[in-house]
């Protein structure tokens, strides 16, 4: 069965302070895709990155970084220099090749204080 | 592209009343999610389409609910009657392709009194 934990369910941080949000899988697919996405106060969900059991080389665009460790079945994601818009909900989620739909842990809220 | 367009954004309506909430995928995405959002359950996958063919409804919580494709611009999800348990912002999301991203709709929030 495939399952997503984001242990962390509320976060809070001061204005410039780097966070990580933590997230872990289980799955017995050996080919599977992560993803993360944002849920800012407004209410939508948006895509924030996808990365393939493949590839495990680290991301980064702009102050966001991934951390992907396939030997510790985590996809961690960090905001570095956080700003008061990064506050959110940050849902991280689990898709195997063959399957259509997306299995998504039960976020991390984040607020990021001035 | 507008994007995944999702209407009504709000609805309250009485207990037992019929809702119908819809959704536009964006062009030449051949699937289509919807899922419900709870504080208590997260986010939980109801049903998807591909091509406009239902494929997995295993998610739809009970015959109240019930949901439809009928052509490649145009989804519906009816609950009928509606109670309020139902209570949950409703998204539609659609993609092009299996494990692309989805692009998410702005969510309709039911209230059910």
């Known amino acids: 069965a495939q399952k997503v934990t984001q242990a962390q369910t509320e976060i809070s941080v001061v204005e410039k302070e780097d966070v990580t949000l933590d997230c872990v899988y289980e799955t017995r697919d050996t080919t599977y895709y992560l993803f993360w996405y944002k849920q800012p106060p407004s209410g939508e969900l948006v895509f924030l990155i996808r990365r393939n059991s493949f590839d495990e080389q680290n991301e980064i665009s702009g102050r966001y970084s991934w951390n992907f460790q396939k030997s510790t079945s985590s996809f961690n994601f960090t905001i570095t220099a956080s700003q008061v818009v990064d506050s959110a909900v940050y849902f991280c989620a689990l898709s195997a090749p063959n399957a259509d739909k997306l299995i998504f842990g039960t976020g991390t809220r984040l607020q990021v204080f001035p | 592209d507008a994007g995944v367009i999702q209407s009504p954004r709000h609805e309250v309506t009485e207990m037992g009343q019929e809702v119908t909430l819809r959704c536009k995928p964006i062009s030449g995405h051949d699937y289509l999610f919807w899922y419900r959002q709870t504080m208590m359950r997260g986010l939980e996958l109801l049903i998807y389409?591909?091509?406009?063919?239902?494929?997995?409804d295993s998610g739809m919580p009970e015959d109240r609910f019930s949901a439809k494709m009928p052509n490649a611009s145009f989804s519906t999800l009816k609950i009928q009657p509606s109670e309020p348990r139902d209570s949950a912002v409703y998204f539609c999301a659609s993609t092009p392709a299996r494990v692309h991203g989805y692009t998410f709709g702005s969510g309709t929030r039911l209230t059910v009194v």
């Open positions: 389409f591909n091509n406009n063919v239902p494929i997995d």
